[in-house]
């Protein structure tokens, strides 16, 4: 039988050429939110942050439907406020208003078509720390697939975040090896997570999503309660957040 190297820490040591699995990933990604809890006066506002260029057709459209569910069991603990951030084309970058109702949300989302470009990450943190500083938002979720960016810059924007209480939740598509670099060090700079996901896991990001919402409007103790209910997400969910 072959030797597990194991870490300081007695997790196995990944070597070159390996590729974690979708369920030690999933695992890593919710041992975090133990210690987390949305900055006060947050109020259940989150932004939810999309990559809409070309490559990102298949996720934009399993979003529209998931968002729903967000508002679904966020409602449970007291509700949900989502602003939408999205970047397509040629530097173009919106934030929507502050939606309350998914319905309201999933319309706004219907009659935005995905372009080619490139990411434009960086617009979509400036976004969010302009909303942290004026609204109080308890969290960012992001989903995209690539980076093509200044890392450092990403990654001090995230370590902005992190230092006014909102952790940043990033969730990629497929596994491009400089976007997983980027995107793990932008959660662990801003105290969120992040986690993978393919086209055969809708149902998984589905149920992550939900339990930031419900981290969001709830914090910590909603989630475990979540995870009492049987909530797969809030269960992985809290497995991964930490304090650093």
């Not at 706004?108 to 942290?132: E, H, P």
Request: net charge neutral; aromatic share 6%.
């Amino acid at each position: 039988m072959a030797k597990t190297d194991l870490d300081a820490t007695g997790k196995p040591v990944r070597k070159k050429g390996d590729l974690p699995s979708a369920a030690s990933d999933i695992s890593a990604f919710l041992e975090k939110a133990k210690e987390i809890e949305p900055k006060a006066g947050s109020d259940g506002r989150l932004i939810f942050a999309l990559d809409a260029t070309m490559s990102r057709q298949p996720t934009w459209d399993r979003a529209c439907h998931i968002q729903s569910e967000m508002f679904q069991e966020a409602d449970h603990i007291g509700g949900l406020k989502i602003k939408l951030v999205y970047f397509r084309g040629f530097g173009e970058c919106r934030a929507s208003r502050w939606f309350e109702r998914s319905d309201d949300l999933a319309k706004a989302m219907s009659r935005i078509s995905v372009q080619g470009g490139r990411t434009q990450i960086s617009k979509v943190l400036s976004a969010a720390l302009q909303s942290a500083a004026d609204d109080k938002i308890a969290a960012v979720v992001y989903v995209g697939d690539c980076m093509e960016e200044d890392v450092d810059i990403l990654c001090d924007k995230a370590g902005q975040l992190g230092l006014m209480g909102v952790p940043v939740f990033l969730f990629q598509e497929g596994r491009d090896a400089i976007a997983e670099q980027a995107f793990r060090e932008m959660a662990r700079l801003s105290k969120g997570a992040y986690c993978p996901f393919d086209a055969g896991s809708a149902q998984q990001l589905a149920e992550l999503l939900k339990a930031v919402a419900v981290f969001a409007s709830g914090g910590h103790n909603a989630l475990v309660a979540l995870e009492r209910k049987g909530g797969q997400g809030a269960r992985l969910l809290l497995q991964q957040i930490k304090s650093d």
